[in-house]
C-alpha cells in the first residue's frame, strides 16, 4: 500500500512542469563556444592573499582562546563522580 502510495506520488510529481525561472538567454550567448578551460595553479599563483586580520579580530580570538582555556582549567579541577559514587565505586573493586 505505501509502495503503490509513494509511486503515485512520485508519478504525478513527475508530470509537473519544471519552473521557468526568468533566465533569457540571447542568441549569441546560446551559440556561443564554451570558454577554454585553463589550469587552476596559475591562477592560484597571480591571487593576491587577503589579509584581514584587524586588531579587533585578534583581541576577539585572544579572548575566546582565554575563555576556552579557563574553562578546561575548571573542567580538569572538578570530579564527575561525587565523593560518595567514588568510595562505593572502590569498595566494588576491592
Known sequence: MRAALFLTCLALAACDQAPDLGIDVSPALAGADYPALVPLDPLLATRTPVNDTTEATTRSLQA???ALQSRARALRARSVVDP???A???NGLR
Do not use: D, E, I
Request: proline share 0%.
Open 64 to 66: 575566546r582562546v582565554a
Open 84 to 86: 560518595a559514587t567514588r
Open 88 to 90: 562505593r565505586l572502590r
